[in-house]
């Protein structure tokens, strides 16, 4: 039971690190998002859309992202519900908003696959 609840909490803080992440990488001064991205994504992560995979490393992860910010400007993030964890797959889910400076709302389902605390899925 013990190592089933920590696992739980160790996706859990994934999942909020994840969304720091996010809301770091949307605001105007982003910081050290670079260095954040090391810390919590694998180099070879994945990043899957609508059953494509369309980055295959960080770095593409990166400039997936920043393009995508070029279009719709600087964003927040909203936590609809709760994040939902599946420590058998180490998978996290989570429900969120991205409230967007130029695009305005996009509802948003992520499942994140864990390895290691790693994030090496975003579907």
């Known amino acids: 039971y013990d190592v089933h609840v920590r696992k739980e909490a160790a996706l859990c803080a994934v999942a909020k690190r994840y969304v720091g992440f996010l809301e770091q990488f949307g605001a105007?001064?982003?910081?050290?998002?670079?260095?954040?991205?090391?810390?919590?994504?694998?180099?070879?992560?994945?990043?899957?859309?609508?059953?494509?995979?369309?980055?295959?490393?960080?770095?593409?992860?990166?400039?997936?992202?920043?393009?995508?910010k070029e279009v719709v400007g600087t964003w927040s993030v909203n936590i609809v519900n709760p994040v939902m964890v599946n420590t058998e797959t180490n998978t996290v889910v989570i429900h969120y908003e991205i409230l967007t400076q130029e695009a305005g709302t996009f509802v948003v389902m992520k499942f994140l696959t864990v390895d290691n605390g790693l994030v090496t899925e975003i579907n």
Do not use: P, W
């Open 28 to 68: 105007q001064d982003q910081g050290n998002v670079k260095e954040l991205m090391g810390s919590l994504f694998a180099s070879d992560c994945q990043k899957i859309v609508n059953g494509k995979t369309i980055t295959h490393t960080v770095d593409e992860l990166y400039n997936q992202m920043a393009k995508a």
